[in-house]
């Protein structure tokens, strides 16, 4: 089968510093993934890199098709979204008008699988606050509001980068809840967290990042050795 | 309505603004008319400015060459052909006996204005922050510097001469409307709101979807439309060109106009060059010397430029957005009211799209239970 996501190789450097290595991973359809490890090593990076936001070297293959080239805008045309670390909403707009916005890339012809409605019921809380500018927000509500703005382009890949930095457990729980929903209709999701183990109770897969390099892959049902988790983590 | 009334404002303010810089300028003498149909064609160049640099917030410094082109060749095609076979022999062929009228010009102007700026964007718009500033920059240099030596395309380092002059008072007037009614229009379209999210957040714009490069280019044109259009405007104004005077001292002082006015709106463009217009022909007129009611000012030559340049200092201090704070007109007015009752809790909603808009799409994240 073929996976829906490659990455082959994948290195990227900024100026001298070289933030990733030598990364290859799958992401299958409808698959949960995460990609731990410490800060620098890479995480970002590498779905930066997958968007097209940075350039790269090596293969990035979407449905065995290199992307090669291609600018983020159309990644997100070709059914991949992605919510950035910080947030990144529209500040100045109301909630209502960031959602509008993430309905931009969807694909044509074909009914959404997610939709406003199903976002409403994943989300009921944003409606309380839809008329409100995004910028005003809390963090852990912005974070709802990136993810739902996400979402409406009704991806079949799902980037994230720490969803739970900075957000109050509470806050935490009610990402992770969402995501859990999000995977049960079979969007593929790669999640990028510095919270190993919370990312990897929630994937089925997991990879560990350190020095731009992957350390370790984890699978669910091999019993996860915490003890050599933790050197990979820290690159022992 | 409510944003109905506030639309109507956003277009009715400028327009009156222009109405009424019109209206005095035709009680004064035929001198001061002149520095009043100067206002207005700068203004108009300032306008071309601001549909780019306001929506996309990239500035460009090289929107003049976009204004030279237009004047050139408004310039050139209508001067007699005589005067041009004597004064520019080694002209083009075509260039030399092809005779267009004065309203052609005005459109020949922005057609090559639009046409320039599309091939420039082509090349430069992939770029972003500081290094498309500087590369807009050095199309302005080529510009200046085509222009200026090769003489089959233009009269070299003299003035192009004898260019019919036909931009009055009223005919700048007009000029100016049409490049604020283009730029209303603009404003309104998908592509102007998906470039000011851009503009807004980058990263974000480009993750959901939205061409920065292509919204940026469709923006890049237009404003190099209208600049090709004040570019004829202004040649029939002056009756002459010559390069230096679509160069650097006008990129400035039309930036700083913006700048002062606020980058960020069309009442902000359109104030700044008028409010500068005046206070900087005001300024040269004291300079020759000035009775204010029974007291007579000669003020040292060259202080008017000094003073326009501590007002931009002092603007760009203490109003970083403009004297217009980068509001439409009076749309802080219409935005202080409550949108509707049990969610007017938004004192300052200058969200770019309005609650009428945004309510078509079906989008009604509310709680299902």
Known sequence: ?236 | MRSKFRLVAELVGPLAAVAIVTVFGSTMSIAQQGNVTNILVTTTIVVALYVFTGNSGVMSFGQISFVAVGAFAAGILTAPTLTRQANMPSLFKFLSTTQISNFDSLLLGAGLGALFAFLVGVVLLRLSGLSAGIATFAVLEITYDVLSYWDKIGPGVMPVVLVPVTTTLVMGALGLGVAIVVAFAYQRTRSCRLLRATREDAVAAQGIGISIFQHRLIAFTISGAIAGFAGALFVHELGSISTGQVYIDLTFATLAMLVVGGTGSLWGAVLGGIALGVLESFLSNAENGVAIGSWHVTLPNGLSVVIVGVIMVVVLIFAPKGISGSHEFLERFFSHRPAKAGTGTEPESTAKMTDEESSEVPLSPRPTS
């Not at chain 1, 991973?25 to 590498?46: H, I, M």
């Not at chain 1, 974070?143 to 994230?160: E, H, K, N, Y």
């Open chain 1, 1 to 236: 089968m073929i996976p829906l996501l490659r990455l082959d190789n994948l290195q990227v450097t900024y100026g001298r510093v070289v933030a990733v290595k030598n990364v290859t991973l799958e992401v299958n359809e409808g698959e949960a993934v995460c990609l731990v490890g410490p800060n620098g090593a890479g995480k970002s990076s590498t779905l930066l890199a997958v968007m097209g936001a940075v350039r790269s070297r090596g293969d990035v293959f979407l449905r065995g098709t290199s992307t090669r080239g291609l600018q983020p805008e159309a990644l997100a045309h070709l059914g991949v979204a992605m919510v950035p670390e910080g947030r990144h909403l529209f500040d100045t707009m109301s909630v209502k008008d960031n959602l509008v916005l993430g309905t931009l890339a969807r694909r044509r012809g074909r009914t959404p699988r997610i939709d406003e409605r199903w976002v409403a019921e994943l989300f009921p809380i944003i409606g309380e606050f839809a008329s409100r500018r995004a910028g005003l927000l809390s963090g852990g509500q912005q974070q709802l509001v990136a993810i739902a703005r996400a979402l409406l382009s009704d991806p079949d890949l799902l980037l994230l980068d720490e969803p739970s930095l900075g957000l109050a457990p509470v806050a935490v729980d009610a990402v992770f809840e969402a995501l859990e929903r999000i995977r049960a209709v079979g969007v593929a999701i790669l999640l990028v967290e510095q919270r190993a183990q919370r990312a990897t109770d929630f994937c089925e897969r997991g990879y560990v990042l350190s020095d731009g390099e992957i350390r370790l892959e984890v699978t669910e049902g091999t019993s996860e050795d915490p003890e050599s988790l933790m050197a990979a983590y820290f690159g022992r």
